[in-house]
T-cell receptor, first 113, second 116 residues
Framework: GENVEQHPSTLSVQEGDSAVIKCTYS??????FPWYKQELGKGPQLIID?????GEKKDQRIAVTLNKTAKHFSLHITETQPEDSAVYFC????????????FGGGTRVLVKP | GAVVSQHPSRVICKSGTSVKIECRSL??????MFWYRQFPKQSLMLMAT?????????EQGVEKDKFLINHASLTLSTLTVTSAHPEDSSFYIC????????????FGPGTRLTVL
């Protein structure tokens, strides 16, 4: 089955700096890669996703890059703000509807004012 | 759009009782819903996948007779924790997939279960 590794497990950045989280996956058939943000006591919120037919996707201050050859993908957050502090999870899936997601271990991001 | 609700948000029960958690997709029909369990400071652990009108598919190690899942309609799935014990205390989260050929999952806010 699929295995997703996520690094780092914790990340502390100064407000305004950039944050980068990296994930690797094992199943070469995976073609859907979402990122979720989870605040304390809440459910995960989908913040951005990418499919294997593109290498990069951007939405305001967040971007995701995908390298299918190397089987890794990354989340980039620019101009970080205190409200970006949360736990971020990457996931991978074969993209057909109804297929399960395999999650990484999560990254706890702390943005210091 | 893509809002998923869960009820209740918190529940405290005595050991040996059963607890039902509801998951609803509010503005879309969900062909598939998923149930996860999350321990403090850990990732999400998939418990089961449920499709409307059919039996749920449980992950290895998850007791289907203990965690009963019913996906009665395209907008509602329920998880019943039967004969709950303190080790069942956890954060239970559902997600819903709108189908249509894509695999996005939208998560509910979670249910905190505490078994005394």
């Amino acid at each position: 089955g699929e295995n997703v590794e996520q690094h780092p497990s914790t990340l502390s950045v100064q407000e305004g700096d950039s944050a980068v989280i990296k994930c690797t996956y094992s199943d070469s058939a995976s073609n859907y890669f979402p990122w979720y943000k989870q605040e304390l006591g809440k459910g995960p919120q989908l913040i951005i996703d990418i499919r294997s037919n593109v290498g990069e996707k951007k939405d305001q201050r967040i971007a995701v890059t995908l390298n299918k050859t190397a089987k890794h993908f990354s989340l980039h957050i620019t101009e970080t703000q205190p409200e970006d502090s949360a736990v971020y999870f990457c996931a991978a899936s074969r993209g057909a509807a109804g297929n399960k997601l395999t999650f990484g271990g999560g990254t706890r991001v702390l943005v210091k004012p | 759009g893509a809002v998923v609700s869960q009820h209740p948000s918190r529940v405290i029960c005595k050991s040996g009782t059963s607890v039902k958690i509801e998951c609803r997709s509010l503005d879309f029909q969900a062909t598939t819903m998923f149930w996860y369990r999350q321990f403090p400071k850990q990732s999400l652990m998939l418990m089961a996948t449920s499709n409307e009108g059919s039996k749920a598919t449980y992950e290895q190690g998850v007791e289907k007779d203990k965690f009963l899942i019913n996906h009665a309609s395209l907008t509602l799935s329920t998880l019943t924790v039967t004969s709950a014990h303190p080790e069942d205390s956890s954060f239970y989260i559902c997600s819903a997939n709108p189908g249509g050929g894509y695999n996005e999952q939208f998560f509910g806010p979670g249910t905190r279960l505490t078994v005394l």
